[in-house]
């Protein structure tokens, strides 16, 4: 018989943790991936990094589910295929949880923005700065528009429009998240349907826990090769530490705020292009030769981290 993998995602969203309990799922957590890891990598002592139990996630997701003209919040039970409605989500940052309420009764008070509405992406940064993407079953025009920047005056948030093969802007299509490491700031965009670290307190100890088990800021002699490395999370805090930094990226959107991003920081020893992992190790071997790579002389990274 088959044994169920002890990382198996939870079968509805927590909505109601017991914060009470979280030292000890986390202790838990620590000793189940001891023993996944257990004579592959020696002994090798965890170091565990906690969260806050609560309002620690910045984008989230939730169906639109309409009842009359009353709207609700929804998760959809992936077992059952019924709605699970909520007024608010603890797992989710302040900021979220106060659009939720004020944009709840804005919804049931404007037809024109309720009407239709199938989902929302909500995605907020650490200085409260939010994006509202909302995603309708009907045709977007002028009305709409005019209606949504009102909407997004009143709540004081960026809003994306989305419906069938339209895309409307009200605002900007993205908030600026930012880390500071030794006094120097790092931007990074983030924005609807691409990743990015949902938590920004364990994104900070990542960075923080990478930066130390590199070196010094200069200390490598070396260069970087980065796969996949999206909107430049780990790359632009990494560029102090390396000579160079080849990064690549298949999605057009993130290699344009990441490199958006690093002119912003006045980080010029990183190049972004667009390649997969295999097209960049046909690259770096030299059994293959791209036009986007135009311009790019691999010869001279010393790729050896």
């Known amino acids: 018989e088959k044994k169920a993998s002890s990382f198996a995602r939870p079968r509805t969203p927590v909505l109601n943790p017991d914060v009470s309990k979280y030292e000890e799922e986390l202790a838990d957590k620590a000793q189940r991936v001891r023993e996944l890891l257990a004579g592959r990598i020696g002994d090798v002592e965890l170091q ?144 609807e349907n691409h990743f990015s670290q949902s938590n920004a307190h364990i994104c900070k100890q990542m960075l923080t826990w990478a930066r130390e088990q590199l070196g010094k800021d200069g200390a490598r002699d070396d260069d970087l090769l980065e796969l996949y490395c999206g909107n430049g999370n780990f790359t632009l805090p990494l560029s102090v530490i390396f000579r160079k930094i080849l990064a690549t990226e298949i999605d057009k959107f993130s290699v344009q705020a990441a490199n958006i991003c690093a002119k912003e920081a006045q980080v010029n020893n990183v190049v972004i292009v667009p390649l997969s992992a295999e097209e960049a190790t046909e690259a770096v071997r030299g059994s293959r030769a791209f036009q986007r790579l135009q311009g790019v002389d691999i010869d001279s990274y010393n790729l050896r981290s």
């Open 48 to 191: 565990v990094f906690a969260s806050p139990p609560l309002h620690y996630r910045m984008r989230c997701e939730f169906r639109m589910w309409h009842v009359g003209d009353d709207i609700e919040y929804a998760f959809m039970d992936p077992e059952t295929k019924k709605p699970i409605f909520l007024d608010q989500y603890v797992l989710a940052c302040e900021r979220i949880n106060l659009l939720m309420r004020e944009l709840k009764e804005y919804l049931k008070a404007d037809e024109m923005a309720r009407k239709k509405l199938y989902q929302i992406e909500i995605v907020a940064n650490t200085e409260d700065e939010i994006l509202l993407c909302m995603v309708y079953k009907k045709p977007l025009g002028e009305e709409w528009v005019e209606c949504a920047e009102k909407m997004s005056e009143k709540l004081r948030c960026h809003i994306i429009g989305r419906s069938k093969k339209k895309k409307h802007v009200i605002g900007a299509d993205h908030v600026v998240q930012r880390y500071e490491f030794d006094g120097k700031s790092y931007p990074q965009w983030q924005t």
